[in-house]
């Protein structure tokens, strides 16, 4: 959160930069810290009008209004609910799109995946450390004690900058239904995509959702409707004369 509050304000700062037309966007975890820079950069003051023939007749902060500092924000692919929910159901998509093999495996050992996955969340909860082994797998363990306990919903109240949001229809890492909690969350207006056919990782999946094509999906460029969506809807939100 630090390192992108401080290139934003960095970017602002650049002399060729307008300081008023800057927008902020993120994919997956990047939306969450997105969310999070827009909610919490400061307010920006706008210059106080004095009346005509009075220099310096106003009183200081007379005549101000805060207006967002982020001019616009893109969320990709974002969570809306709590970490611990998120992965919850992150593991109940997951089971049916697993290969046949460990599906057999797994109905072979009596083992169900999600009441698997919410205990080794919990071991993850009773660590200290930043790597730990859970089932003689090392897993970033800092990283998941502080997501499974982070909620999006607090930095989405506190968005008052236009927001997109995308997800795709067949994101087995992120709810589409989330779009819905974005929308009723953030205060400023907010336009909503589910994208057909979509995964996570903003490419096209024709058949059944699998995490197994995002090694070759990765070899192509993002969808072409995203990046139009996204463009088009940047340019007029950061255009000289654009309107939230």
């Known amino acids: 959160m630090t390192d992108a509050a401080a290139a934003f304000a960095a970017l602002r700062a650049h002399p060729e930069i ?6 902020v966007a993120g994919h997956s975890e990047g939306a969450l810290i997105a969310a999070n820079l827009a909610a919490t950069a400061e307010p920006a003051p706008e210059p106080a009008h ?12 007379a005549g101000t209004a805060a207006r967002p500092v982020v001019a616009a924000v893109v969320l990709l ?4 609910k709590p970490g611990a929910e998120t992965l919850r159901w992150q593991a109940e998509r997951l089971a049916p799109s697993m290969p046949a093999a460990v599906r057999w495996l797994l109905r072979l050992t009596r ?31 800092r990283w998941t004690r502080e997501f499974l306990d982070h909620d999006p919903a607090a930095d ?8 997109l949001a995308v997800t795709g229809e067949k994101d087995l890492q992120v709810d589409p239904a989330d779009l819905a909690r974005v929308a009723e969350s953030v ?19 024709p058949g059944p959702p699998s995490l197994r094509a995002y090694r070759r999906e990765a070899r192509e460029p993002v969808d072409a409707q995203v990046k139009d969506l996204v463009t088009n809807w940047l340019a007029e939100r950061l255009a000289p004369d654009a309107r939230p």
Not at 18 to 23: E, H
Not at 156 to 163: C, D, E, Q, R, T
């Open 18 to 23: 307008d300081p008023s037309r800057v927008a």
């Open 50 to 61: 004095e009346p005509a023939g009075e220099p310096g007749g106003s009183e200081e902060g």
């Open 111 to 141: 083992t169900d995946l999600v009441t698997k996955v919410l205990k080794n969340h919990e071991r993850i909860r009773r660590t200290t450390t930043d790597v730990a082994r859970i089932g003689g797998v090392r897993v970033n363990a």
């Open 156 to 163: 989405l109240k506190g968005i008052h900058a236009p927001v």
């Open 187 to 205: 205060p400023g207006p907010v336009e909503t995509h589910v994208i057909r056919d979509l995964d996570h990782i903003l490419r096209r999946q």
């Open 77 to 80: 692919s974002p969570s809306a």
